[in-house]
């Protein structure tokens, strides 16, 4: 991204007149995100304590840990979801493009439509194929013929065009759970976001259906910063570009090691990393 | 290993008991209905709908009394229903994002009232519309009264209906940017949908039926109304008169008791029809 006649799919985004500054004087957009001493508590309990991580723009970075060192927390404090836990208090810095999100100004609405998110286990919206796609985009300002255009736009490049063409006015519900999680994707993607956060996006999902989302991923890599936690090491392997281990000490979470997932992976710093990845520790 | 489990003594005691209370609650709700039938369709005509009621209910039929009827339900449906409907999204809204001890209180509180009688809220009704607010005894009173009455139970319902829509929904639209009016509008109401439409046809079931509350506050007359401020007899007071004071008026009782079953049948019959449709519109589908 230092190239200045590179296209910047910033400039396709819905309503980005009104939606893309998330505070007044952040207009760059660039999808990069560099996290900052960033502390997360619920309540008096601490789950992640002085994170520190610049996650690169249009790169994918795998976010890798035993269960409950805090990453399903890391990320979504990065769309600011974490505002929706009862008693859950941030502190530190996330910049998104420079722009602190955790600044209590932030416009969320706008934060969450350019930090997009997949979830564990799918969650289409009780409503038509047509209507789950066309409703963020709608409410995105989008008009009605450009928010068809780029259903089909978004369809076409998760590969379910094909596959539901003929059956967009039929319930989400009805679609196998392959099916179901692109739908999610295509969802999250129908709003252009600069960021895509992907939480275990492959964990409910059968081998080959995990393929075809993998291979999405790489390919949506190229356009959009992919954040991805996951508890499966090959799967963080065959993705990643920048990866990051969360580690439980004093039982709190917090990074023992991150960079490029090459140099990560075949030689781990960490000793801790090193049994980890040797299937010495859980 | 399962149908040596199925055959054990404690299984078939629970399935013979079970079916006996499922036949038993049939046998009640057919005798019910068979010897309202039977005693009321002798009486029933397109007359007795249309007509003014005559000597007491003993004659004429129940129009005024199915016009007073239908105000005193529509004032109480539109007090309630909005007012019921944004307590219970208020309780939600405590519920899932934060501890709150406000929202314990209010619900502890609702529960308290949706158990009190009838007849308490007819006094209630009495003192605060029909005196101090000077209202008198009138449809307006009624129906206000019967608001008040049916209040705690919608917002029971409603709460109950808007707890069981999938926390992954609404994370999934908070995490596209979603505004709460759509959010609200094309994913939680959908899905809420037949939980709060149950809690609305029973509690206007409940206030269709009521009478103790309804004699303190909107009157007993059978003359026809002519405004909100007038005085008005509704079905269920109107059979309660035909059949304790009124002698000979058990036929016309039992006929305006049929009525008030159809109306209700016909009433939840569009409900659900209406509802399915507006689900369709939203949805899409």
């Given amino acids: 991204m230092t190239g200045t006649a590179q296209h910047d799919p910033a400039s396709d985004r819905p309503g980005s007149a009104s939606t893309e500054t998330i505070t007044a004087g952040c207009g760059l957009t660039t999808g990069m995100l560099q996290v900052a001493h960033l502390s997360v508590s619920y309540g008096q309990r601490k789950v992640l304590r002085d994170v520190n991580l610049t996650i690169p723009p249009r790169q994918i970075t795998a976010i890798m840990g035993s269960s409950g060192v805090g990453k399903s927390t890391f990320l979504t404090a990065l769309n600011r979801l974490t505002d929706l836990e009862p008693r859950c208090r941030l502190e530190g810095q996330i910049l998104l493009d420079g722009c602190n999100t955790l600044d209590p100004d932030c416009d969320l609405q706008a934060l969450r439509r350019r930090v997009g998110m997949v979830f564990q286990r799918p969650n289409p919206f009780p409503l038509s194929i047509r209507r789950n796609l066309l409703l963020p985009m709608r409410d995105a300002g989008l008009n009605a013929s450009e928010a068809e255009i780029r259903m089909e736009q978004v369809l076409r490049e998760t590969g379910l065009w094909t596959e539901v063409a003929d059956r967009l006015n039929q319930s989400a519900l009805t679609l196998s759970g392959g099916q179901q999680q692109r739908l999610c994707l295509a969802r999250a993607m129908a709003l252009s976001p600069e960021i895509l956060l992907c939480d275990e996006p492959c964990s409910a999902l059968d081998p080959m259906s995990s393929q075809t989302v993998e291979e999405l991923l790489t390919k949506l890599s190229r356009t959009v910063t992919i954040v991805?936690?996951?508890?499966?090491?090959?799967?963080?392997?065959r993705l990643a570009d920048q990866a990051a281990v969360f580690w439980l000490r004093n039982g709190t979470g917090c990074i023992i090691d991150s960079g490029p997932a090459d140099r990560l992976f075949e030689q781990p710093v960490n000793p801790d990393l090193e049994a980890w990845f040797a299937g010495r520790v859980g | 290993m399962l149908d040596q489990v199925s055959r054990?003594?404690?299984?078939?005691?629970?399935?013979?008991?079970?079916?006996?209370?499922?036949?038993?609650?049939?046998?009640v709700f057919l005798h019910l209905t068979t010897g309202l039938l039977m005693s009321g369709l002798e009486r029933l005509s397109w007359s007795f709908i249309r007509l003014e009621p005559l000597h007491s209910g003993r004659q004429g039929g129940i129009s005024f009394v199915l016009m007073a009827t239908g105000a005193v339900l529509a004032i109480c449906l539109l007090i309630s229903v909005?007012?019921?409907?944004?307590?219970?999204?208020?309780?939600q809204d405590r519920s899932r994002s934060q501890v709150s001890r406000g929202r314990k209180w209010l619900q502890r509180c609702l529960d308290l009232l949706a158990g009190l009688p009838s007849i308490v809220f007819g006094l209630f009704g009495m003192t605060l519309f029909c005196h101090q607010l000077r209202m008198g005894y009138s449809i307006l009173a009624g129906g206000l009264t019967l608001a008040c009455m049916i209040l705690p139970l919608q917002v029971r319902l409603a709460s109950d209906a808007l707890e069981r829509v999938p926390d992954e929904y609404l994370r999934g639209a908070a995490a596209l940017g979603l505004s709460r009016v759509r959010t609200l509008w094309h994913i939680v109401l959908p899905t809420a949908l037949?939980?709060?439409?149950?809690g609305?046809?029973?509690?206007?079931?409940?206030?269709?039926?009521?009478?103790?509350?309804?004699?303190?506050t909107s009157g007993y007359v059978t003359r026809r109304p002519t405004s909100l401020l007038d005085s008005g007899r509704t079905l269920p007071v109107h059979i309660y008169d035909l059949a304790m004071n009124i002698p000979g008026g058990e036929a016309s009782a039992s006929a305006s008791a049929v009525v008030l079953m159809a109306c209700l049948l016909v009433i939840n019959v569009a409900a659900m029809h209406l509802a399915g449709r507006w689900r369709q519109t939203v949805s899409g589908e």
């Fill in chain 2, 200 to 216: 609305l046809l029973l509690s206007l079931g409940r206030a269709a039926s009521e009478t103790a509350a309804l004699l303190f």
């Fill in chain 2, 82 to 91: 909005p007012v019921s409907f944004g307590c219970a999204l208020w309780i």
């Fill in chain 1, 228 to 237: 991805i936690v996951t508890h499966n090491l090959a799967q963080a392997r």
């Fill in chain 2, 194 to 198: 037949p939980g709060l439409m149950a």
């Fill in chain 2, 8 to 27: 054990s003594v404690p299984d078939r005691l629970m399935k013979i008991a079970s079916t006996l209370a499922a036949l038993l609650v049939l046998l």
